[in-house]
C-alpha cells in the first residue's frame, strides 16, 4: 500500500487496534505491548513537531485510547498537518539516531498502524477460531513460562 492509503486508512487502523484491544485480545506475547506504546508516542511527537497539541499521561496500551481521544477531538486540524508533513520534502526532525526527515517518521507510523491493524485481525481470526497462544515470536524466545 502507497503512502496515501496508509494515511487514509490511518483513523480506520487505530480503531481495528483498539477495538481488539477493548475485545480483550491478549497482546502479550507479542512485541505489541512494548512497541505500540511507543509508537503513539513518536507519533504525536512528529505531530507536534508539525503544530498539533498531543499531551500524553498514560502508560502501556492505555496510550492508544488516550491518543485517540485527542484525535477524534482535533481530527480536522490533525488530517490538516499530516497532508502538510506529507507534502513537505525538507523538515528534519531530531531523533536520537540524528536528524530524520519529518515526512518519513510520519510515514513509518503510519505504515505501523497499518500493520498493527492487520496483525490485530489475524490474532482475532486465530482466537476466533481456538488456536493455542503461540509463544513462538524471536522477540520471546526463552520467555516461555516453563512448567
Given at each position: 500500500?502507497?503512502?496515501?492509503?496508509?494515511?487514509?486508512?490511518?483513523?480506520?487502523?487505530?480503531?481495528?487496534?483498539?477495538?481488539?484491544?477493548?475485545?480483550?485480545?491478549?497482546?502479550?506475547?507479542?512485541?505489541?505491548?512494548?512497541?505500540?506504546?511507543?509508537?503513539?508516542?513518536?507519533?504525536?511527537?512528529?505531530?507536534?513537531?508539525?503544530?498539533?497539541?498531543?499531551r500524553l499521561t498514560t502508560d502501556g496500551?492505555?496510550?492508544?485510547?488516550?491518543?485517540?481521544?485527542?484525535?477524534?477531538?482535533?481530527?480536522?486540524?490533525?488530517?490538516?498537518?499530516?497532508?502538510?508533513?506529507?507534502?513537505?520534502?525538507?523538515?528534519?526532525?531530531?531523533?536520537?539516531?540524528?536528524r530524520v526527515l519529518t515526512k518519513e517518521?510520519?510515514?513509518?507510523?503510519?505504515?505501523?498502524?497499518?500493520?498493527?491493524?492487520?496483525?490485530?485481525?489475524?490474532?482475532?481470526?486465530?482466537?476466533?477460531?481456538?488456536?493455542?497462544?503461540?509463544?513462538?515470536?524471536?522477540?520471546?524466545?526463552?520467555?516461555?513460562?516453563?512448567?
Open positions: 500500500m502507497e503512502v496515501p492509503g496508509y494515511y487514509q486508512q490511518f483513523e480506520r487502523n487505530v480503531e481495528i487496534t483498539l477495538d481488539a484491544l477493548r475485545a480483550g485480545l491478549d497482546v502479550r506475547t507479542t512485541p505489541l505491548e512494548v512497541s505500540l506504546p511507543l509508537e503513539v508516542y513518536v507519533l504525536c511527537e512528529v505531530l507536534n513537531a508539525g503544530g498539533a497539541q498531543y496500551l492505555a496510550r492508544l485510547a488516550e491518543f485517540e481521544q485527542q484525535y477524534m477531538q482535533h481530527e480536522s486540524e490533525t488530517e490538516a498537518i499530516m497532508r502538510r508533513i506529507l507534502e513537505d520534502k525538507k523538515s528534519f526532525m531530531r531523533t536520537p539516531e540524528g517518521m510520519l510515514i513509518r507510523r503510519l505504515e505501523y498502524f497499518n500493520e498493527t491493524a492487520r496483525l490485530v485481525n489475524v490474532m482475532r481470526t486465530q482466537q476466533a477460531l481456538g488456536s493455542p497462544v503461540q509463544y513462538k515470536h524471536p522477540h520471546l524466545q526463552g520467555l516461555a513460562v516453563k512448567k
